[in-house]
């Protein structure tokens, strides 16, 4: 198949998140041509929303996707509305950058729950209530299954199907307001993969993340690999992707606490370009 | 619903695999009344197959599973065929013990491989290749999903749904040969799992293991949890399993390098047998 364009890669400021504000993140992809980003929240508030709304304009970046809003449930009332409201605010930051999508990480199991059935209904309660807002702002909503093994303290949606089946039951009419990021890292093991990003289609297919999983992999959650390292076959995820239609960016997101969050940026980045030409 | 049967519990070796040999564990299981055993091959090896299965019967105890077989994948074929002679012995050594299951964990990714699609057609023809034998021997074969998070180093079967595919491609007829081992740990955040074990049914509900998922858990392989202690609903679970006709054993499989393994064992089967009551 063909290479990847490169023209397609993103930066999610994840990746340096140790070295880099997010204007040294927004001028780095600047300086390395590469065209997308996507910022996180806690970076974002550093910075301010519209100066770096101005700023990723003024150095020819799109944004790519905002990390992020969803941590759904509580067990208390007020906290699942705190937890609406601070989404409502992602939404309206994410409008003021222009992102392509807000990314939902739905959150798991509140302190002293098992009712794993109980908590997927508040997230799908959740994301219903502000589906209206996301939609009326332009901001579509992408929710990101993370890996099972996120279940319990992150996220309780963790499969494509899953998260489909959210789409299709708060927009049933496919009108684009809600759809699904897709992180190879969550989603490389399912054997219906394949299946659910057809059934996903244009529409639905809000983000591509890639990096790799690493052999062994030594912490739950920053052990990820530089994309080739590791052992997914990212060139057959992206066709996969093409073929049900998306034609977004390629999102790199590395969490990695021993190995690129020591390294130096500007090595990261062009480490990143070349592995996207070689491995993606 | 009612207290599970604690004539229904059964010690798998490993959660005591550092302070006690095979006999040791067989002793001790009869001792503290638990009536069922599943051992680990290594353990057998090292007592011989035809000791431990006097020992077990001379104790009253019945084994409600042999750990393990599978292990199928290898980029050579020399290296299946050794998987398959293996696999051979273990049925061997289960029809010996009167083994209720040879549990297999199937095996994931040879090192240097990417292709998790041929690696998947090797566990099925695999598996194909010693479904006779187990039917003659006696020994049903339990596919056991691991959790996707060891879906690249040791089991690429992940999901009740994968497990519950190749039971009806190579045992349409359900003739009780093949089935799976429900593990909660690695099952427990799949959102079908209810209706997955209600497919599975009488006849391929093999074996139902127990332990809990900690938060946080801070090791890949060896930090599970015991009974109570994590977020598993184990009733809402067991109640599935029991719905859908399982009537088998619920045993204990705890790998736990920080915990449970540094304790005094007969403690740590004490300790079982009242999480069995309490949170079962």
Redesign the interface.
């Known amino acids: 198949m063909a290479l990847p364009d490169p023209a397609r890669l993103s930066l999610n400021t994840a990746t340096v998140k140790k070295q880099w504000t997010l204007a040294q993140a927004i001028e780095g992809c600047a300086r390395h041509g590469i065209r997308g980003i996507a910022p996180w929240r806690d970076k974002l508030a550093g910075l301010g929303v519209k100066e770096a709304a101005k700023l990723i304009r003024d150095n020819g970046l799109k944004v790519t996707g905002l990390c992020r809003g969803g941590m759904f449930p509580a067990v208390e009332r007020r906290g699942r509305q705190a937890a609406l409201d601070d989404n409502l605010r992602a939404i309206d930051a994410a409008a003021t950058l222009g992102a392509r999508c807000l990314v939902l990480v739905v959150g798991g199991?509140p302190a002293g729950?098992?009712?794993?059935g109980g908590v997927?209904e508040m997230v799908r309660d959740g994301i219903g209530e502000i589906l209206d807002r996301a939609r009326s702002a332009g901001v579509p909503l992408a929710i990101e299954p993370l890996?099972?093994?996120y279940?319990?303290?992150r996220a309780?949606v963790?499969?494509m199907?899953?998260a489909l089946e959210l789409c299709d039951e708060l927009d049933p009419g496919k009108g684009g307001a809600l759809g699904v990021a897709v992180d190879v890292y969550h989603v490389?093991?399912?054997?219906?993969l394949r299946r659910h990003i057809e059934r996903a289609g244009d529409k639905r297919l809000l983000a591509f993340h890639v990096c790799d999983?690493l052999?062994?992999?030594?912490d739950?959650i920053n052990d990820r690999g530089m994309m080739g390292d590791?052992?997914?076959?990212l060139p057959l995820i992206r066709s996969w992707m093409e073929h049900a239609g998306y034609r977004g960016s390629h999102e790199v997101e590395i969490f990695s606490a021993k190995n690129w969050w020591k390294r130096e940026p500007d090595e990261v980045l062009g480490v990143i370009k070349r592995r996207h030409q070689e491995y993606c």
Chains 1, 2 share one sequence.
Do not use: Q, Y
Request: with cysteine; hydrophobic share 40%; aromatic share 12%.
């Open positions: 199991l729950s098992k009712d794993l997927r890996h099972p093994m279940c319990a303290e309780c963790n499969t199907a899953h490389w093991w399912d054997p219906d999983w052999v062994p992999t030594t739950f590791g052992v997914i076959d």
